[in-house]
């Protein structure tokens, strides 16, 4: 098993910048992806950012440019870096992992865009 905590969320402007946290029971290089998801309120989970345990990484078109997914593998953490926030990156975030076939999921993170 894997257990997924997320934590970094918050209320901020737009324009500005969040880093958040998911933090993995187990060593980062035992997980096949970790991802980022976000589902903002009456809409559909969506997709933002996948890193392998290679280290490559994928984003979102409406993300790309302004995130960015990284990883401390001495923390078994994965980060995201949220910069250039909209309102319309409002959502709950969710940390998503891989291992060994098998689905995890993070309890979420609120963030919210708003002036």
Not at 24 to 39: D, K, P
Request: with cysteine; net charge positive.
């Amino acid at each position: 098993q894997v257990h997924l905590v997320e934590s970094g969320g918050g209320l901020v402007q737009p324009g500005g910048s969040l880093r958040l946290s998911c933090a993995a029971s187990r060593s980062l290089f035992s997980i096949n992806s970790v991802v980022w998801y976000r589902q903002a309120p009456g809409q559909q989970r969506e997709w933002v950012a996948t890193i392998l345990v290679g280290g490559a990484t994928n984003y979102a078109d409406s993300v790309k440019g302004r995130f960015a997914i990284s990883r401390d593998d001495s923390k078994n953490t994965i980060y995201l870096q949220m910069n250039d926030l909209k309102a319309e990156d409002t959502a709950v975030y969710y940390c998503y992992a891989d291992y060994r076939r098998r689905d995890y999921w993070g309890q979420g993170t609120q963030v919210t865009v708003s002036s």
